[in-house]
C-alpha cells in the first residue's frame, strides 16, 4: 500500500560543547524530539565548562550506540592532548591546565587523545566536517575571514564549521552569479546570521531559530552550526544545526534549546577558578562577559570571590 507519509530524514550538526553538560542534555532531548537519524560533532568536546568528563563519556555512549557516526577534534580537544596550549588565552589556558589534571590517566582523555590522532578534517558523503577551517589546514587554527574564504568553499559540497561560535550560513554562488568574499566579523560579503534571541528559553523548551531551504540540488556552502555549550552571538539558548530532507528538498535549520544555566553557573562558582566568574557570565549573556543595561545580571546569579 503506498504510503502517504512524507520522506523524512534529519542529520543534527553539534559543536562547541566546552564541558556545558546541562546544555549538551538539553541539545540532545531536542535532537531525540526530532526524529534525527545520526548525529556529527565539530569538535571542541572540552575546554572553558566545568564537566569535561561527563560530555566526553556522554559522546563516547553516542558512539557505542551508533548515533554518533562521526566527530572532529578541536583545538580545545587538542590542548589535552599535546599540552601545547601557549597561544590559548588566559582564561582558556587556566581552564585547559584544569582540564588537563581532572582528565589525566582516564578512559575520556584517551578517546580526546585518539581523536587528535585522526584527521582534522572528514568526508562523509556531500558534507566535509571541520572545526576551523579547511584551508589554512585545521591544526593552524583560523577562523573563517575574508582571504581564507575562497580556499574554504568545495565545490558542489557542504561545508560544516564551528569554532566560533556564532552561527551563520555563507553560499558561494549566494545570487546565483559570481562569489562574494565573505567574512565573520565584517559586512562585506553574503552571509547570513540567523536572529539572536536575547533570552533564554524556559529549560528543556525549544524552538527553531531560522529556517533555510536549499534550492540547488548541489550546494556549495558553509555553515557553522553554532555552538552547544557557549554561544558568543548574543544568544544564551544552547544551539546546533538540523541538515533536513523532507521529499525531494533540503532545509538548514537551526534550534535553540533553554537549559538550566543556573546549575551551569553555580558548577563554575564551585569549581573556584580566577575566569570562572567571567565565563559563568558569558553562559548568560550569549557571549559577553560583562553585565550591562542589556545583558542585566539575574536575581541569582551568585557572589564569586
Ligand atoms: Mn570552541
Redesign the pocket.
Known amino acids: 500500500m503506498p504510503s502517504n507519509k512524507p520522506y523524512y530524514h534529519a542529520i543534527a550538526f553539534i559543536s562547541?560543547i566546552?564541558g556545558n553538560l546541562e546544555a549538551l542534555e538539553a541539545i540532545l532531548d531536542d535532537i531525540k524530539r526530532q526524529q534525527v537519524s545520526s548525529i556529527y560533532c565539530l569538535g571542541?568536546i572540552v575546554?572553558y565548562g566545568p564537566d569535561p568528563m561527563a560530555c566526553t563519556r556522554r559522546l563516547m555512549d553516542l558512539v557505542e550506540s551508533k548515533q554518533l557516526i562521526a566527530t572532529v577534534a578541536?583545538?580545545?580537544d587538542y590542548g589535552v592532548c599535546d599540552q601545547d596550549i601557549s597561544n590559548f588565552s588566559s582564561s582558556a589556558k587556566e581552564v585547559m591546565e584544569w582540564t588537563i589534571n581532572e582528565m589525566q590517566g582516564t578512559d575520556e582523555a584517551g578517546y580526546i587523545r585518539e581523536l587528535c590522532q585522526k584527521e582534522l578534517i572528514k568526508k562523509i558523503g556531500r558534507f566535509w566536517l571541520v572545526h576551523s577551517t579547511l584551508n589554512p589546514s585545521p591544526e593552524k587554527w583560523e577562523y573563517l575571514k575574508t582571504k581564507n574564504a575562497g580556499e574554504n568553499f568545495q565545490d558542489r559540497k557542504i561545508v560544516f564549521v564551528?569554532?566560533s561560535?556564532v552561527p551563520a550560513i555563507y553560499s558561494k554562488y549566494s545570487a546565483g552569479k559570481d562569489w562574494h568574499p565573505i567574512s565573520l566579523f565584517g559586512n562585506d560579503g553574503h552571509y547570513f546570521l540567523p536572529p539572536a534571541q536575547k533570552t533564554m528559553l524556559p529549560r528543556g523548551k525549544s524552538s527553531k531559530s531560522y529556517r533555510l531551504e536549499v534550492n540547488d540540488p548541489f550546494p556549495t556552502m558553509i555553515i557553522n552550526a553554532g555552538?552547544v555549550g557557549?554561544p558568543r552571538d548574543n544568544n544564551p539558548n544552547a544551539r546546533y544545526a538540523l541538515y533536513i530532507t523532507i521529499d525531494y528538498k533540503s532545509y538548514i535549520e537551526y534550534r535553540q534549546v533553554g537549559y538550566d544555566v543556573q546549575k551551569t553557573v553555580d558548577k563554575h562558582k564551585k569549581r573556584g577558578l580566577s575566569c570562572d566568574e567571567r565565563l559563568a557570565t558569558r553562559l548568560c549573556t550569549g557571549g559577553n562577559t560583562r553585565f550591562d543595561s542589556e545583558f542585566k545580571k539575574p536575581d541569582w546569579f551568585p557572589a564569586f570571590s
Open positions: 562547541d566546552h571542541d575546554g578541536g583545538n580545545h564551528g569554532h561560535h555552538s557557549q
